[in-house]
């Protein structure tokens, strides 16, 4: 949750939290569309399906960052494996919490790490 860059009528932050969200975007018969999803698992699978079902330009973005889906497929599949080896090398903990792919997304991009 992050909170809102609105400010209020007195010129101050209004205080209101809001979720960030998955924005999926994809191209048939020359119209763009754009579903709003809130986690990267459900946008990854809408992505998916308009893929399959003739879609061009399919991206799925959060905050600036905007990603094809084998990028995507990648940056999920490399939090994954953290969150597998940050659980491994705290064997004596009782529960890690996963780290937010949401915010993994915003500090690394897979198609910057060349």
Avoid: C
């Avoid at 960030?20 to 569309?33: C, I, K, P, R, Y």
């Avoid at 497929?73 to 529960?95: G, K, Q, R, Y």
């Amino acid at each position: 949750m992050q909170r809102n860059s609105r400010l209020s009528e007195s010129g101050t932050d209004s205080g209101t939290l809001y979720h960030m969200s998955f924005l999926v975007e994809g191209v048939l018969d020359d119209h763009t569309l754009s579903a709003t999803l809130a986690t990267a698992k459900g946008a990854f699978a809408q992505a998916i399906e308009w893929h399959d079902s003739g879609f061009s330009n399919v991206t799925i973005s959060y905050e600036l960052k905007s990603y094809s889906i084998v990028p995507f497929a990648l940056a999920m599949a490399s939090l994954e494996i953290a969150n597998v080896v940050d659980h491994a090398a705290d064997a004596t903990a009782i529960a890690i919490p996963a780290q937010d792919s949401a915010a993994w997304l915003a500090e690394n991009d897979p198609e910057q790490a060349s």
